[in-house]
């Protein structure tokens, strides 16, 4: 059945939601890796749009940074030049966080007015609208954790933040595949891989979490070796360590973050190896190449960032992939779920089933 002519304009409105998201997770990466996540020690939503404008006004920033610790334990000495750089990405990416909310609301209300939303879409977008919110305040709470005299974000929060940008992504990619594929138009699957696509997409933000817990705990610096730990695999300094404490240890995580990515792709080579057997669903198959294909770069792409120690460049790319593989993950469980039953009542008015 042909979409209604409402759907062009929604779906573009939501992908390009979707980039801004993503664009706005790449200049947190390298907001984080370039230590300027601090820099900026209060949360003016209204006022805080404008950057200083005068250098008076520098100055008063720079003070209001020079009173917490992170100046005071690690950047002790900084020239207002320095600041001015972790300034500007800090800034960069608050102010991105306001633009998508205005990119978001705007149109969101002008189709509302227009009544080109469906009753479950509007829900949807509510729900997207609140976690959006949610990401933005999940922000600041974990800037606040290094406003302290442990001048390094919470690793916890950090995870939070993050997984929160992934949910967004996530829902908006979903909502966008439901206004693409009507439920009528599904192809049935069969069930395994339905379920082991769910199993792939959990394992898939297991591994991101773990890569936002090295990132926070600054773990991707201590053992720059692959795919023994300094000769090790399994380092002596982690004996004796408590199993409820490895989430708090940088080289447990490490250690975890670095096996756990062949689990996942494991359970991404079980899923391309079931659809290809089994799926007669051409979408379904070139989905679960690709997802094989960005799993592979993907680990690949972290053992040379190790081995590198971290550069920001493929820091940041690692990132951005990690995003795509979670977007391709969220598209195959998508793909392969079960077609939802069709109501002749509902078959011409709803052409755009909730599933």
């Known amino acids: 059945m042909r979409q209604q002519p409402a759907s062009l304009p929604v779906i573009i409105w939501l992908i390009s939601g979707i980039v801004l998201v993503v664009a706005m997770v790449i200049i947190g990466g390298i907001t984080r890796l370039t230590g300027s996540g601090l820099s900026i020690t209060e949360w003016n939503l209204i006022s805080g749009t404008l950057p200083p404008l005068s250098e008076s006004e520098w100055l008063v920033m720079f003070d209001k940074y020079k009173q917490f610790p992170e100046y005071q334990k690690l950047n002790f000495g900084m020239t207002l030049s320095g600041f001015k750089q972790i300034f500007m990405w800090e800034y960069l990416?608050?102010?991105?966080?306001?633009?998508?909310?205005?990119?978001?609301?705007?149109?969101?209300?002008?189709?509302?007015?227009?009544?080109?939303?469906?009753?479950?879409?509007?829900?949807?977008?509510?729900?997207?609208?609140?976690?959006?919110?949610?990401?933005?305040?999940?922000?600041?709470?974990?800037?606040?954790?290094?406003?302290?005299?442990?001048?390094?974000?919470?690793?916890?929060?950090?995870?939070?933040?993050?997984?929160?940008?992934?949910?967004?992504?996530?829902?908006?990619?979903?909502?966008?595949?439901?206004?693409?594929?009507?439920?009528?138009?599904?192809?049935?699957?069969?069930?395994?891989?339905?379920?082991?696509?769910?199993?792939?997409?959990?394992?898939?933000?297991?591994?991101?979490?773990?890569?936002?817990?090295?990132?926070?705990?600054?773990?991707?610096?201590?053992?720059?070796?692959?795919?023994?730990?300094?000769?090790?695999?399994?380092?002596?300094?982690?004996?004796?360590?408590?199993?409820?404490?490895?989430?708090?240890?940088?080289?447990?995580?490490?250690?975890?973050?670095?096996?756990?990515?062949?689990?996942?792709?494991?359970?991404?080579?079980?899923?391309?190896?079931?659809?290809?057997?089994?799926?007669?669903?051409?979408?379904?198959?070139?989905?679960?190449?690709?997802?094989?294909?960005?799993?592979?770069g993907q680990v690949v792409l972290g053992i040379i960032t190790l081995l590198l120690v971290v550069p920001v460049s493929l820091g940041v790319l690692h990132q951005l992939v990690a995003v795509a593989l979670f977007s391709l993950a969220v598209l195959a469980v998508h793909q392969l779920r079960q077609p939802a039953p069709i109501k002749a009542a509902h078959a011409t008015s709803a052409p755009y089933q909730l599933v």
């Open 93 to 296: 990416h608050r102010l991105l966080g306001r633009i998508i909310g205005v990119v978001f609301i705007v149109p969101f209300l002008y189709f509302l007015y227009r009544k080109m939303l469906a009753p479950w879409l509007v829900k949807r977008l509510i729900f997207i609208l609140l976690l959006g919110m949610a990401q933005g305040l999940m922000g600041w709470v974990m800037v606040m954790s290094g406003l302290s005299e442990m001048p390094h974000v919470s690793h916890y929060r950090l995870a939070a933040h993050l997984s929160l940008a992934l949910f967004l992504v996530g829902v908006i990619l979903w909502t966008v595949a439901d206004l693409m594929t009507p439920a009528h138009g599904k192809a049935p699957t069969k069930r395994p891989a339905y379920t082991l696509s769910w199993l792939v997409l959990g394992a898939v933000l297991v591994q991101i979490v773990l890569g936002a817990f090295v990132a926070g705990l600054k773990s991707g610096f201590s053992y720059n070796t692959w795919p023994l730990m300094q000769g090790e695999f399994f380092p002596e300094t982690l004996q004796g360590v408590p199993v409820f404490g490895y989430f708090k240890n940088g080289v447990a995580v490490q250690f975890l973050h670095r096996w756990f990515a062949l689990v996942a792709l494991a359970g991404i080579v079980a899923l391309w190896y079931k659809v290809r057997q089994r799926s007669t669903h051409r979408g379904a198959r070139q989905l679960t190449n690709l997802l094989l294909l960005t799993g592979i």
